[in-house]
C-alpha cells in the first residue's frame, strides 16, 4: 500500500459491510466459545495459549504467501506499541470480569467506538462524524442498553474498579485500532500487523496468568479444546486479519460502529448453543442497533 493511500477514511461500500457483519458474527460466537473453554482453561492462560498458537499459524500462512516478515520497514516501534495495548486490553477485560459483571462489562468495552471517533478527530480530520452520524453512534449505543440494561452506580467498590477497567479496556482497543491505520503499520500486510500483536501478547499474557495463579486442574474436555481451536483458528488467525485490513482500507469510525453488532451475535448464539433466553427486548434492541448503523453510514 502506498503512503498515499495510508490514511484511507471513506465509507464502507457494501462488500465491506458484509465482510464486517460476518466478522461480528464470528466473535459473537467467540463470546460463546470463551464461556465454554472457560470451565477447563482459565482465561488469561486460554488468551496467551491463543495469541500463541495464532502466532504460529499466521507465520505458517506468511511464509506460504511468501509475505516478508524480517525486512526492516520502519514498523517494529509502531508494531510493538499496537502488541503491548492488545495485550493490556485484554488483560483489562479479564481481570474486571472478576470484579464485575458480565453485563456492565459489556457496556462499558462498547464505548470503544466512541474513543475511535474521538481519536479520528484528531488523526483523520477528514472522518470526522456530522451531526447524523454521532445520532447513529448513540442510537446503536441505545440499543445496547435496551439489550442488556442500564448499569446501576457500583455500590462495591471492586465493582466500581472492574467497570474502570473495562472502560480502559475500550480506550486500548481504541487505541489499538487508530495506531494501526495512523502509523506505518498501515503500509504493511494485515498478516504482519497481527503477528506483531500476537508476539507481543502471548507472553504478557501468560505472565498475567502466572501472576493471578491460573492453573489447568486436569486435561481439558474435548468441547473446550474445540471451542479453543475455534478461537484460535477463524477468529483470531483470520477475522482479526481480515479486520485490520479493513481499518487501513476504511473509515476507522464507521467500522468500530458495526461492532455493537457483536454483542447482539453473542446473546443470540448464547440462546442457539447454550439455551440462553431471549428477552422481548432484544428484538427491539436489535432495530436500534441496525438504525443507528444506517445513520453512521449516511453520506455527509
Not at 448513540?138 to 462495591?156: C, E, N
Not at 457483536?262 to 428484538?283: D, N, Q, Y
Request: glycine share 6%; proline share 5%; with cysteine.
Amino acid at each position: 500500500m502506498s503512503p498515499a493511500s495510508h490514511h484511507h477514511t471513506r465509507p464502507l461500500d457494501a462488500f465491506a459491510i458484509c465482510v464486517v457483519i460476518v466478522l461480528c458474527l464470528s466473535w459473537g460466537f467467540n463470546q460463546v466459545a470463551t464461556k465454554i473453554a472457560i470451565h477447563d482453561i482459565p482465561p488469561m492462560m486460554q488468551s496467551s495459549f491463543r495469541s500463541a498458537a495464532a502466532a504460529l499459524l499466521v507465520a505458517a500462512w506468511c511464509r506460504l504467501r511468501g509475505i516478508p516478515l524480517l525486512n526492516r520497514d520502519g514498523t517494529l516501534i509502531a508494531g510493538l506499541i499496537a502488541g503491548t495495548l492488545f495485550a493490556v486490553e485484554f488483560m483489562l477485560i479479564y481481570q474486571g470480569l472478576v470484579y464485575t459483571t458480565a453485563t456492565r462489562a459489556v457496556l462499558f468495552i462498547y464505548l470503544a467506538p466512541f474513543f475511535v471517533v474521538l481519536g479520528a478527530r484528531i488523526f483523520f480530520p477528514t472522518d470526522r462524524f456530522g451531526v447524523a452520524q454521532w445520532l447513529g453512534l448513540a442510537l446503536s449505543f441505545a440499543g445496547m442498553i435496551v439489550a442488556f440494561g442500564l448499569p446501576t452506580p457500583a455500590l462495591d467498590p471492586r465493582q466500581a474498579l472492574g467497570d474502570m477497567m473495562m472502560v480502559a479496556a475500550a480506550v486500548f482497543w481504541a487505541a489499538t485500532t487508530l495506531i494501526i491505520k495512523a502509523s506505518s503499520l498501515s503500509r504493511i500486510a494485515a498478516e504482519k500487523v497481527m503477528l506483531y500483536q500476537l508476539v507481543a501478547s502471548a507472553p504478557v499474557l501468560a505472565l498475567a496468568a502466572w501472576l493471578a495463579g491460573e492453573h489447568m486442574a486436569a486435561m481439558p474436555s474435548a468441547l473446550a479444546l474445540w471451542a479453543l481451536a475455534y478461537q484460535t483458528v477463524w477468529v483470531v488467525s483470520v477475522t482479526f486479519v481480515v479486520w485490520f485490513a479493513l481499518v487501513v482500507r476504511y473509515s476507522a469510525s464507521r467500522l468500530s460502529a458495526f461492532t455493537f453488532l457483536t454483542p447482539l451475535f453473542g446473546v443470540a448464539a448464547g440462546h442457539l448453543v447454550l439455551g440462553e433466553p431471549l428477552t422481548p427486548a432484544f428484538a427491539a434492541a436489535v432495530a436500534l442497533v441496525a438504525g443507528g448503523l444506517v445513520l453512521v453510514n449516511r453520506a455527509r
